[in-house]
């Protein structure tokens, strides 16, 4: 069974701050499955006006970055993510930029 979630730009940009950087081999497995699966594909920098300054630091389109695409999580994909926001939690890293998508992932069924 999959589970339909619409990520916008900064979600699929932090998503992978709430992931969990250690577990087991499947766990493993399932972060890298999200983590290609959500990432944001070199054709998609114009849609949300990606541009890297000579600090190497991203700036986007305010308005272009919270456009949405949906995405399909399977059990094992929601166990992860939802396993990721209760550690981010517990170590205090959910912050302004990860609260929405924590939110989300909390409300996933």
């Known amino acids: 069974m999959t ?11 932090v998503i992978e701050q709430i992931l969990p950087t250690q577990g087991t081999i499947l766990e493993q497995i399932a972060v890298k499955e999200i983590t290609a699966l959500v990432g944001i ?3 998609e920098f114009k849609i949300f006006g990606l541009q890297q300054n000579e ?5 986007w389109d305010k308005n272009k970055i919270k456009t949405e695409k949906e995405f399909a999580f399977n059990e ?5 993510l939802k396993m990721g926001v209760t550690l981010a939690d517990k170590e205090k890293r959910v912050n302004a930029q990860n609260l929405e998508l ?8």
Do not use: D
């Open 55 to 59: 600090n190497k630091q991203l700036s």
């Open 102 to 109: 924590c939110i989300k992932i909390n409300q996933l069924k």
């Open 3 to 13: 589970t339909k979630v619409k990520l916008n730009g900064i979600e699929r940009l």
């Open 76 to 80: 094992e994909h929601i166990k992860v």
């Open 41 to 43: 594909k070199t054709e």
